[in-house]
């Protein structure tokens, strides 16, 4: 069935924010004065959990610090601040392929939406960043962060989309680009294109529809190019 919307996870699909996350934390915990450093072996570690917030509980309970739930969330808001000022510094690009299907797709008549377990105002930052512009006027339909009650693999967040789209599941394909986005997307219904990120190459997607490099248009498969605008 040709779709009607396409749905996007945020990090590490629609460009490689894992790094900038990373240094925001890191710049985060400095000001802070919290003795902590995640380098990117922690990192990849720590993104098996998702939510920026679940990932310092987790991290605080591992290494033994008490860290109590209204600092957790002090220190995100911090985290999120610090994450908008390295966007807005240049710190990003998309990944091959987004802004071409993306532009398509709205020339096309398709809803774009993002389904993501990052913040509003990191989905916020990121559009500013790589279009220019409010995240309102590049997405149709913005699920994010703690808007549902469980986060991915759940797949609340892309039930929240697809009802904000008001459309059933068969209409729509999730591009994802880790393991547990893909669950998340699959549990939802709907039909998934993988581009693993550096942070997820290593991660069996092994029930994706479609498992591409990226979505430059050479890595594109006749299969999905049918469903698709053109780039």
Request: glycine share 6%; net charge negative.
């Amino acid at each position: 069935m040709t779709p009607s919307a396409l749905i996007f996870d945020v990090d590490g699909t629609l460009a490689e924010t894992e790094e900038a996350h990373r240094a925001a934390f890191n710049r985060t915990f400095d000001e802070a004065g919290l003795n902590w450093h995640w380098d990117r072996d922690t990192y990849r570690r720590l993104l098996k959990v998702t939510g920026g917030k679940e990932r310092m509980r987790a991290y605080a309970q591992d290494s033994g610090t008490a860290l109590p739930d209204a600092q957790i969330v002090t220190l995100h808001a911090m985290k999120t601040a610090a994450y908008g000022d390295l966007l807005a510094e240049g710190a990003l690009a998309l990944r091959p392929g987004v802004a071409a299907l993306i532009d398509s797709a709205h020339e096309a008549g398709l809803k774009i939406a993002v389904a993501t377990t990052t913040s509003p105002e990191n989905v916020e930052a990121l559009t500013r960043a790589c279009w220019g512009k409010p995240a309102g006027m590049v997405f149709d339909a913005i699920a994010a962060g703690d808007m549902v009650p469980a986060k991915k693999p759940a797949p609340d967040i892309y039930h929240l989309a697809l009802s904000q789209l008001d459309l059933p599941a068969d209409r729509a394909i999730a591009f994802e680009d880790s393991a547990n986005g893909l669950k998340s997307a699959r549990k939802a219904g709907l039909r998934v294109v993988v581009t693993p990120g550096i942070y997820t190459a290593h991660e069996d997607h092994a029930a994706a529809d479609w498992l591409l490099p990226s979505l430059a248009p050479i890595h594109v498969p006749d299969t999905l190019r049918e469903l698709l605008p053109a780039g």
